[in-house]
Structure formats: C-alpha cells, structure tokens
C-alpha cells in the first residue's frame, strides 16, 4: 500500500493548543498513516467487551457536537471533513500520547486552511489551525462528510472487527490500543471508517468499513496515484 505519510510540507497559522495554555506549538496536517496489514482468522466466540477496553468515553459520534461547536467559533461555516488517528496526530504535534480521545478536522468549503479539534472525555482539550503548502499537488482531495447518511459509529467498527476474531493479536498484543480514521476521498461514494491497532508505537491496519453500507472494503488511500 502507498503511503504519503511525511511526504507534505506545511506552512503553519500560529496554533493555540491546549485550551487556557497558551502554549504555541508547530501543526501538521494529517496525511494516511503509515501501517502495516494484518491477516486475521475468523471467530465467533469473541465479544469485545470481555477482551479490550477502547478507554475512550465516548465514541467519535458522541464527541462530534461538541467538536462541532468549537469549529462554529472558528468559522460559522465550519464542516467535518474527517476523524484522524489520535496516535499519528499527537506526534505531528509534539503531544504526550494518550490512548482516549479524537481529532476532528473542520473546513471551509474551497478552503485550504484545516481547523483540528481534539475531545478528550467530553472536553475541548485544544485546538490546531494548519495549511498544506502543496495542497493542490496532492494525490487525494478530502471531501465534507455528511453526517447524516452515516450507519456506523466508531463502536459499531470496533464490533466489526471482533467480530472477524482478534483474540490471537490481543493476546500477542497486551499494551494494545485502538485508533481511528474517518475519511471520504473525491471519487469515491461513501465516508469509509479505519480502525487501527497502537502497539509498540506503531499503527497496523485492522478493518476498513464503508460508513455508510457498513460492507468491508479496502484503505481509501490504497487506489490513490
């Protein structure tokens, strides 16, 4: 699979990360993970609460308004164009790694500015304005994603994925995480939901999900030239 992980320069707005902080701190927009795919057997003796806790208190659905709120304040306009890996953004940024919370990317439509919210337990934590400098150049172009036609929630992939069978990589895996993207690419028809494995400060490709038809397809960024 192709990656463009890294491979974007930026030029970045002055950011104000960690509400009430003020600390200034250089962005970086989000670009496909870099990962690894992983071969699975299927189960149907798992259920996913009595094997791993995702840790977050809420899913990504559940934090999106106040997210949106946040963005509304930025500009009236505001649209979601995406859910980002909680790993990768953290260290675009120069965060602590967490293992909770989500990264929602707002946009104006036609416009190349990104605006970041990250919700940790129901909460603003911080906010991150970025710009791509070869954004035109890109393989790829985000589109706005409506929120409406969504069947799944991140929980609802998180299932998903028990349901193919994990109990081999979680018990291989004991310090593992679960990150999330969330993403609609131009050209293609509908939102699709990645759901990542964190161990050993590495992202691994688990499940990718159409957001709306709920069917199993591959990585969005898998058909990028």
Known sequence: MKSYFGKISLILTIIF?????????????????????????????IEISRVVDDVRSETALMALPIAELRAREWKETAMLYGVFPSFSMEANLGLPTVSAGWFFMFKEQDSPVEFYVQILDGK???TTEAQAILGEQLPYRYLPIEIATLSLDSDEVLQAFADRGILDYVHSHPDLRFDY???????????????????????QSLIHLDAVTGVEVQDPFASVE
């Open 181 to 203: 993207r969330l993403v609609h690419l131009e050209g293609q028809e509908h939102p699709i939901w990645s759901l990542y494995g964190v161990a050993d400060n590495e992202l």
């Open 17 to 45: 990360w960690g509400v009430g902080c003020g600390v200034q701190s250089p962005a970086s927009t989000m670009s496909p993970p870099v990962v690894s795919p992983l071969q699975l057997q299927p189960s149907d003796e």
């Open 124 to 126: 603003v934590s911080g």
